[in-house]
């Protein structure tokens, strides 16, 4: 009996030990939780005072000026106005996004092909449009785009063309100057994908008897998709919010939705239906950042 209370209370001691053991490992994640919360808490604060609360007041006023109710959400798919907007909004943003995408998928490739000084060329004249403020690059455009600027003189002087053509207040020039100001945020998500892109598997593919195309047509692009893709939905949700480059290059007779906001706010003090149009605009900018994180993934695809 002695031997058998002796083993208990061995085991009790082992138990009381293990016991003893746990609890501060249990303290001590508890402190590291409270540490991250502690660092967290101050962003978190922040991003509530300074983005949540004006956002829920924007929304409250989408619905009760002037009146409480959806009918500035009604007018925004009623008005003929206010229809056409959207559709130029989206149209202008879905082809700038795509010869973005197009002309940043060919830097990106030689960017990722070519080494040295080549590559640092590159680099640099993608990120110094990124230093440049956009009112200066409309400007630029504007000037360089005018009907006599030096676009139209030079076409004129080598017989081109006969009198000036309209690239600027149309949506020529909304393009042209959009396109100019993406380039750089399509280029950089493919660059970093497309770098991480092991080259042996290209020369595995050639090896086994593909051709150069079909090489690069089924083994390289599928791996390059993700930036692809992740560059397709950040221009385009850029090109959605654009305020500055369609009012200089368009002229006033391109209206996207971001000048249309501020006409309504500012000029007709509609603010019930500018702030409808503002929540329209979030609610598509959330839904392109959600099928972004659900095909290809934010983390895989921004790199």
Known sequence: MNSTTGSM????????????????????????????????????????????????????????????????????????????????????????????????????????????????????????????????????????????????????????????????????????????????????PMYSVMQGIDERLLFASRSLGASARTTFAKVYIPMALPGIMAATIIVFVFGLGFYVTPVLLGGGRVVMLAESVSVSILTTARWGLGAAQSMALLAVTLCLVGILSKTVGLKKGLG
């Open 9 to 188: 209370s061995q085991e009790a001691d082992i138990s009381s030990g293990k016991i003893s053991i746990e609890k501060p490992a249990q303290r001590l994640s508890l402190g590291r939780i409270d540490s991250a919360w502690a660092l967290v808490l101050p962003i978190i604060i922040v991003v509530v005072l300074l983005y949540i609360v004006p956002l829920l007041y924007v929304f409250q006023l989408s619905i009760s000026d002037p009146k409480w109710g959806l009918d500035n959400y009604e007018r925004l798919v009623t008005m003929r106005g206010q229809v056409r907007v959207m559709l130029t909004t989206f149209r202008i943003s879905a082809i700038s996004a795509t010869l973005a995408v197009i002309l940043g998928f060919l830097v990106a490739l030689a960017m990722t092909w070519v080494r040295g000084v080549h590559q640092q060329v590159l680099v640099i004249c993608v990120m110094i449009p990124l230093w440049i403020s956009v009112l200066v690059r409309g400007f630029s455009w504007l000037v360089l785009l005018r009907d006599n600027g030096p676009l139209n003189d030079w076409l004129m002087a080598v017989g081109l063309i006969t009198e000036p053509l309209a690239f600027v207040r149309n949506e020529l020039g909304v393009v042209i100057g959009m396109v100019h100001y993406l380039l750089p945020f399509a280029i950089l």
